[in-house]
Nanobody, 119 residues
Framework: QVQLVESGGGLVQAGGSLKLSCVASRIIFSIHTMGWFRQAPGKQRELVAS???????NYVESVKERFTISRDNAKNTVYLQMNSLKPEDTAVYYC?????????????WGQGTQVTVSS
């Protein structure tokens, strides 16, 4: 069964906002750190934001003060609120989950959702 399902991607204008959602199974969500990655063609995959099960967050410098990651434990859902979007934010965004002892690549990944920011 699918363990992580992303949604909310789309086309937005520069300066606009978009909110991504990732629904996880309860067993994953309850014990995992959740993260959002992105990868654009010709660029390396990067961790955009992460949130622990306790709610601690971190962000890549390029999205600080623009993006907010949050989790709703009752809904087993992690969100990425993206404001003040820039064309360089264009990428496929992936939801991921890992245990504290895992590298991200060893964790669970969603299928990705495309975010395109027009100028």
């Amino acid at each position: 069964q699918v363990q992580l399902v992303e949604s909310g991607g789309g086309l937005v204008q520069a300066g606009g906002s978009l909110k991504l959602s990732c629904v996880a199974s309860r067993i994953i969500f309850s014990i995992h750190t959740m993260g959002w990655f992105r990868q654009a063609p010709g660029k390396q995959r990067e961790l955009v934001a992460s949130v622990t099960r306790g709610g601690d967050t971190n962000y890549v410098e390029s999205v600080k003060e623009r993006f907010t990651i949050s989790r709703d434990n009752a809904k087993n859902t992690v969100y990425l609120q993206m404001n003040s979007l820039k064309p360089e934010d264009t990428a496929v965004y992936y939801c991921a989950a890992r245990r504290s002892y895992q590298d991200w690549v060893q964790g669970t990944w969603g299928q990705g959702t495309q975010v395109t920011v027009s100028s």
